[in-house]
């Protein structure tokens, strides 16, 4: 596995060691001891999520405040341009943004640590994507942040308005979310 810094220090890109022959592939998604061995990080993932979205849908930006969730992010179908916010008021890249496209074909995971909105869209025809999270879902300290956001202006490479839920679309502005302190 191959551990890739992001701009925002706590965002790491996870390559992994992938097998090829003439059967196909095999790479390991996962492993505890590896992931704390070259990361640094002790993690306890306690919920797989999965989520399978048309081109263009949008998703996000979403967080917890009670029971913040780190997430490990990977598309096991199609391709997905991912974004990571900081929310975290401490922090010195608070209100900045990174987005990274994984894939399928590339197996690249992303690390997103508690305190970050999360959010992406589907740059395929379709996309399927699994995620671990480090706590459980809460929907009483659920929050969105608008995906759109001027203050955040984030290019999530699009050309048309993309498909999002009633929730999304209700999601408060960056200066008038609930941060971390």
């Given at each position: 596995?191959?551990?890739?810094?992001?701009?925002?220090?706590?965002?790491?890109?996870?390559?992994?060691?992938?097998?090829?022959?003439?059967?196909?592939?095999?790479?390991?998604?996962?492993?505890?001891?590896?992931?704390?061995?070259?990361?640094?990080?002790?993690?306890?993932?306690?919920?797989?999520?999965?989520?399978?979205?048309?081109?263009?849908?949008?998703?996000?930006?979403?967080?917890?405040?009670?029971?913040?969730?780190?997430?490990?992010?990977?598309?096991?179908?199609?391709?997905?341009?991912?974004?990571?916010?900081?929310?975290?008021?401490?922090?010195?890249?608070?209100?900045?943004?990174?987005?990274?496209?994984?894939?399928?074909?590339?197996?690249?995971?992303?690390?997103?640590?508690?305190?970050?909105?999360?959010?992406?869209?589907?740059?395929?025809?379709?996309?399927?994507?699994?995620?671990?999270?480090?706590?459980?879902?809460?929907?009483?300290?659920?929050?969105?942040?608008?995906?759109?956001?001027?203050?955040?202006?984030?290019?999530?490479?699009?050309?048309?308005?993309?498909?999002i839920s009633a929730k999304d679309e209700?999601?408060?502005?960056?200066?008038?979310?609930?941060?971390?302190?």
């Amino acid at each position: 596995m191959k551990i890739i810094s992001a701009e925002i220090p706590d965002i790491l890109i996870i390559e992994p060691q992938v097998f090829h022959d003439d059967r196909g592939f095999f790479f390991e998604a996962f492993n505890l001891k590896k992931f704390t061995q070259e990361t640094g990080i002790n993690v306890n993932f306690v919920q797989d999520n999965h989520s399978y979205s048309k081109h263009n849908v949008l998703r996000g930006l979403h967080y917890q405040i009670v029971q913040p969730q780190g997430k490990l992010v990977r598309a096991v179908v199609g391709n997905i341009f991912d974004v990571a916010v900081d929310i975290r008021k401490s922090s010195p890249t608070f209100g900045q943004w990174i987005g990274y496209e994984i894939s399928a074909e590339d197996k690249r995971q992303i690390w997103i640590p508690p305190g970050f909105a999360h959010g992406f869209i589907v740059m395929s025809e379709v996309a399927e994507v699994i995620y671990k999270t480090t706590d459980y879902y809460a929907p009483q300290g659920e929050c969105t942040i608008l995906w759109n956001d001027n203050d955040l202006n984030i290019n999530w490479h699009i050309n048309t308005l993309p498909i999002i839920s009633a929730k999304d679309e209700a999601g408060k502005p960056f200066k008038m979310a609930e941060v971390f302190p």
